[in-house]
């Protein structure tokens, strides 16, 4: 039996939304304005700072992090808090606000019903917020229990990641966790959350997107309702110097109780989005480790050969996962990236095989490079996938904006730019170029940190024993070479997890 | 191979907006849905609106954790989930990705208590694919031995990464607590022990595929620019033959609660001190005016714009977070309220509170306006929740899973939409009642 199908090819149709983005995409007289009108009843309103924990001030780390809580989650100079809720909560809208390292980003949906409630009001919160004592004591007891109650003790795999963080850029400013430090946050008062609203809440450094059922009669709604920020900002962020990268292995192992081993690998790379090498390192990327998809060989190896963890994936930019969905939130925008392989939890007395097995596939990739067929795979793939990461309004504003930032197009267009044009060796160049650094970071999660370290330091053969029955020949043939896989210049430090991020 | 005759028993149009005496207003889902069912009784669900090139495409399996009745063999379901990634004759667990890989699809699955569902979103035009590898995994699922352990360690580590939080320790708790026979008593990625002994039960995983995946349990949802007639036919030729299994099992009855049940854990490290008390609810149907009126006396009592919320998040700061939740289910489940305080000696009060809101809001009546405000709010946040073809699929499958008709979420709203002041007192004085209280604490591990 024959059927009628859709007859557009895969490719065209998914190219023709991202050009309803693009083409769609009007500046207004004020070029920091992004309008991406769509069909539909929602409308997505998205508002970049460029300003972020970058930009605390030393000794009163988490001021940045806070103040955009202060403003999302706080009063108006008109309203309480519990008054700004009352007026959100028929219409189930809210301001997110989420401060990263070098923008702060608030982020609100609604239906087209209810702009007229729910624009004067989100824009009444960033321009002219409360700074009300309770909201501030709220807020801060919040961050503070953040740090020492859910990422010491909630959740490895952040903690793990927050450290890798820490260790990567120690005595950087993005060496910390967003939302602080615990000394920071004690430092804080009321005031120093009011003076840097009002200096670095400014029309000036604003990045402001509408899409969906918005107009340019949405935008000047907005913009008046922001009439009362500052235009120009007393002081510019600057951007943060360089860092340095390191030799051998260093790696830093936060001890506590665990059932199970989590590990996060990484080391600074010098490029963004801003540069060619980017987009040939995207698939390369992609090959080794798509983000939770089983595209990538250490997803592959780890989890589907070996059945080591839950999943193993890489990264050439920071990552954070948006909700329940596979993709990264937009607008993180740095002005410095890393390279990372995150590697969920494994069984304690795998840790070591483990590590060894991530960095075997990031050195197999950098000496062998991709075939000419796996190349085509990948780019395929990515080409395809990358649509997949604007389905909604919120995120295709987000891109639209973070395009803006890098000085580039946003990200899906700049692929679908790309990519084809690429070729296999320019992929395996920039992975030469960049993905083979001198020494890398590492961060481990352990309940036997100090057996863990004599292990490292020692640097002796890991074979792994498998619990599970036929593991191929292969598979078994490359577990040999990883097991000894060379550690050099191992270098550990043990920290108790009740000194992470106190200061 | 012997052929089966097929024929289409239901090939509906568009289903009207929601009942007649709800025609006042549209339906919640903006969009039609159209429904057809095979002859093996394989459901095939369309919701066509205008997403550019995109599809979601959805296979609900109605079997979850709670068809987990045989001892040591909790969380079966979820492993399963795993297992169907595994590979075919035809396409092998690599030809199945690269399939995957080519379309630059958004793939993966999940499983709750009541059912497993597999998902991707894929350019329009790859419908046919999809049908093709999805009914040939259906059918045809091949794997072995090596191949199921290496999988179940898989499962083994993702317990491990939810085992660092509280939550899970606190989840396992409820349910074993408050349940004491059916099997909503382990969560869906099921109890350590039997985790941990799966790689030995593969056996067993040919009875569960055997059992379940069979079409009469199976629909499949497609969301976005799709041509119900395309898929339907699609359908017949890859899923048609696809033979009926006709089995079950029984799933024990919980009994009533007839006194007050209490857990209490502790925690290796610092974390804040939390208290969930849980009683017993309805099954999600829509059709008892108990399961409405229930999610509305959530936000009355507990949501943001609550007076409790408000005295003891904002005013007080004595709870960090206060909340309550009701996650649809196909059996009568659990109402339950979390919270967790700033300092453990709040604990004992923050309990009291809750019992009082819950026990006033059975003698006196929400006000008109309040109420509204609550519709207004459900219906808002149901709308934005709509915004792209996965997140449309994915409300009608979870409508399909609890009730067996995707029109049931449009039933849901309507609902919501009649409530009145009585109905929130009549559901506040039948099911919160001392005797069905299942009360769970959470505080750090005293070290001295």
């Known amino acids: 039996m024959t059927t009628a199908l859709p007859r557009r090819p895969a490719a065209a149709a998914l190219l023709a939304m991202v050009l309803v983005a693009t083409t769609c995409a009007a500046e207004s007289p004020d070029a920091q304005v992004v309008l991406v009108p769509t069909s539909g009843p929602l409308v997505s309103l998205r508002l970049v700072f460029r300003v972020g924990s970058q930009d605390d001030p030393k000794g009163k780390e988490g001021l940045a992090a806070l103040t955009a809580a202060m403003v999302a989650q706080g009063g ?24 990263l390292k070098e923008v702060s980003v608030f982020s609100g949906s609604v239906h087209r019903d209810n702009l007229g409630v729910f624009i004067p009001l989100a824009t009444e919160m960033i321009a002219s917020p409360r700074f009300a004592t309770e909201d501030f004591e709220r807020l801060r007891d919040e961050a503070l229990d953040h740090l020492t109650k859910t990422l010491r003790g909630n959740n490895d795999e952040a903690l793990g990641k927050w450290t890798l963080q820490t260790s990567l850029y120690e005595g950087h400013p993005y060496g910390r966790p967003d939302t602080g430090l615990v000394a920071g946050l004690k430092a804080i008062t009321l005031d120093d959350v009011k003076d840097f609203h009002r200096r670095h809440y400014t029309r000036e450094a604003l990045w402001l997107g509408l899409a969906g059922a918005a107009d340019p009669g949405t935008v000047g709604l907005v913009e008046a309702g922001l009439t009362p920020l500052a235009r120009v900002s007393e002081v510019k962020s600057v951007a943060p110097p360089p860092v340095a990268p390191n030799a051998g292995l260093d790696v830093t192992i936060v001890a506590k109780p665990a059932d199970a081993t989590a590990i996060s690998i990484g080391f600074p790379i010098t490029l963004t989005r801003s540069d060619d090498d980017f987009y040939a390192l995207a698939v390369a990327n992609s090959f080794l ?6 595209n990538g060989r250490l997803m592959q190896d780890l989890r589907g050969q070996r059945g080591l963890n839950y999943g193993d994936y890489s990264y050439i930019e920071d990552f954070i996962q948006e909700g329940q969905s596979t993709f990264p939130i937009p607008n993180n925008h740095r002005s410095q990236q890393y390279f990372s392989i995150w590697v969920r939890p494994v069984p304690t007395d795998k840790a070591v095989f483990a590590l060894r097995a991530a960095l075997w596939e990031l050195d197999r990739l950098v000496e062998k490079g991709m075939t000419a067929e796996e190349f085509e795979a990948t780019r395929s793939f990515l080409l395809n996938y990358s649509k997949l990461w604007v389905q909604t309004l919120s995120r295709r504003l987000g891109y639209e904006i973070e395009g803006r930032l890098y000085d580039r197009k946003n990200l899906v267009a700049e692929l679908a730019d790309r990519l084809p044009r690429l070729t296999v060796d320019q992929v395996n160049a920039a992975v030469r170029k960049h993905l083979k650094p001198s020494g890398l970071k590492v961060a481990i999660v352990a309940g036997n940190a100090e057996e863990l370290r004599g292990l490292l330091i020692a640097a002796k053969p890991s074979p792994i024993v498998y619990d599970t029955q036929g593991t191929s020949a292969d598979v078994l043939a490359q577990d040999r070479e990883i097991e000894v896989f060379p550690l050099r210049d191992v270098k550990v430090r043990i920290v108790p997890v009740e000194q992470m991020f106190e200061k | ?17 929601a009942a007649a005496d709800d025609a006042d207003r549209p339906p919640i ?17 369309t919701v066509p609106f205008d997403s550019p090139g995109i599809i979601a495409y959805y296979t609900v399996v109605r079997t979850g954790s709670r068809n987990e009745v045989e001892k040591g063999l909790s969380g079966f379901a979820h492993f399963f989930e795993h297992m169907m990634f595994r590979g075919t004759e035809k396409y092998s667990q690599e030809a199945y990705n690269d399939a995957l890989k080519a379309l630059g699809a958004d793939s993966n699955a999940f499983t709750t208590d009541d059912w497993t569902c597999y998902h991707m979103t894929i350019p329009a035009s790859a419908l046919a694919k999809a049908v093709e590898i999805e009914a040939d ?7 072995d031995e090596p191949a199921f352990q290496k999988e179940a360690r898989a499962v083994l580590g993702e317990y491990n990464k939810s085992a660092s939080s509280p939550f899970l320790k606190l989840e396992e708790a409820i349910a074993d607590t408050a349940f004491t026979t059916h099997t909503y008593k382990h969560t869906t990625i099921g109890f350590l022990a039997d985790v941990k002994d799966m790689p030995n039960q593969y056996a067993y995983s040919k009875v569960f595929f055997d ?19 395309a898929l339907l036919g699609l359908a017949k030729s890859h899923y048609g033959t696809w033979a009926r299994g006709g089995k079950t099992v029984d799933i024990p009855k919980e009994p009533a609660q007839a006194e007050p049940r209490k857990a209490a854990l502790t925690w ?22 108990d399961v409405p009126a229930l999610r509305a006396l959530q936000e009355a009592v507990f949501g943001e714009t609550s007076p409790l919320y408000r005295a003891l998040v904002l005013d007080e700061q004595k709870a960090e977070t206060l909340s309550a939740f009701a996650d649809p289910h196909r059996d009568p489940h659990l109402f339950t309220v979390l919270a967790r305080g700033r300092k453990v000696e709040f604990m004992p009060e923050i309990g009291e509170r809750i019992r009082k809101a819950l026990a006033d809001a059975a003698v006196m009546p929400i006000a008109e306006d309040r109420l509204k405000s609550i519709q207004s709010h459900l219906r808002y946040a149901f709308a934005a929740e ?34 009145t002041p009585a109905d929130l007192q009549r559901v506040a004085a039948r099911y919160f009642a001392a005797t069905h209280e299942t009360a769970v604490t959470l505080e750090t591990k005293e070290t001295k």
């Open chain 2, 268 to 289: 290796p490290l610092p974390t804040l001190p939390t208290l969930a008390l849980a009683y017993h609810a309805p099954a999600a149907d829509p059709a008892d005016p």
């Open chain 2, 1 to 17: 191979m012997k052929r089966r005759f097929l024929c289409l028993i239901a090939a509906a149009g568009c289903l009207p907006a």
């Open chain 2, 211 to 229: 059992r379940w995946y069979r079409p009469e349990n199976c629909t499949i949802v497609v969301a976005g620019q799709v041509d119900h007639d």
């Open chain 1, 289 to 294: 480790g798509e983000h939770r998809t089983f």
């Open chain 2, 137 to 143: 995994r259906f059918r045809n699922l091949k794997y």
């Open chain 1, 76 to 99: 108006t100079k008109t309203l309480k808090y519990e008054q700004v809720l009352d007026r959100f909560f028929p219409i189930a809208a809210a301001l997110d606000g989420n401060c």
């Open chain 2, 386 to 419: 709509l915004d792209s073809a996965d997140a449309v699929a994915r409300a009608v499958g979870e409508s399909i899973a609890m009730t067996g008709r995707p029109e049931a979420v449009n039933e849901l709203y309507a609902a919501y939409d009649r409530l």
């Open chain 2, 29 to 45: 889902l903006p969009y039609p849905i159209r429904k057809s069912t095979l002859d093996n009784g394989l459901g095939i669900v």
